[in-house]
């Protein structure tokens, strides 16, 4: 009887490990799976910042085609309308008659950082004149909840003007949208 239920102890323990062996590496394989989708999602976003941020820029300036739709005052929109309305003040803030400093960050602080807002400056590039744009450089940091955080470099190749920026995207419907950037000197 005692060799009996050694006997069961021990294939219960084996049955066991056995089990608890093929759940992990069940897992392992779950694991890339996720990563690699993840991956394909980035390439997707650093995609669509080189192409959409370069063209955008250009056609704003004159040196791309707009289509009849675009032509017609009828863009597609890259920017969340929380980051147009932040991006909007930045652009005023300070000057006269307008929202102080102050009164921008007071209003702004939790939900972006100030200080890489680019007072006074335009979207993604410090001025309204400039050349024929490109992305030069678009490397993923790090996912934020459901947005990815690119270190990007915006030339402006004939004044020979790099913009280091970092660029959040989030997921909009098959595309993506500009949700925030970090402007530095």
Request: charge should be positive.
């Amino acid at each position: 009887m005692n060799k009996f239920l050694m006997t069961a102890m021990i294939m219960s323990l084996v049955t066991i490990n056995h089990v608890k062996a093929q759940n992990k590496s069940t897992a392992k394989v779950s694991t890339p799976q996720k990563s690699v989708k993840e991956t394909k999602d980035v390439e997707k976003a650093r995609a669509w910042i080189t192409h959409v941020v370069a063209n955008t820029l250009n056609k704003a300036n004159g040196l791309a085609e707009n289509t009849n739709e675009e032509a017609e005052g009828k863009h597609k929109e890259i920017y969340t309308d929380k980051y147009m309305a932040y991006k909007d003040d930045a652009m005023e803030a300070g000057k006269g008659g307008k929202m102080s400093l102050k009164e921008f960050k007071k209003k702004w602080a939790k939900d972006f950082n100030c200080d890489y807002a680019g007072i006074g400056t335009d979207y993604l590039v410090s001025g309204t004149d400039y050349g024929l744009i490109k992305v030069t450089s678009c490397i993923f940091r790090e996912k934020i909840g459901s947005a990815y955080m690119f270190e990007t470099i915006i030339t402006d190749t004939e004044a020979k003007i790099d913009y280091k920026r970092d660029i959040r995207v989030i997921p909009s419907g098959s595309s993506f949208l500009i949700a925030d950037v970090l402007e530095y000197n």
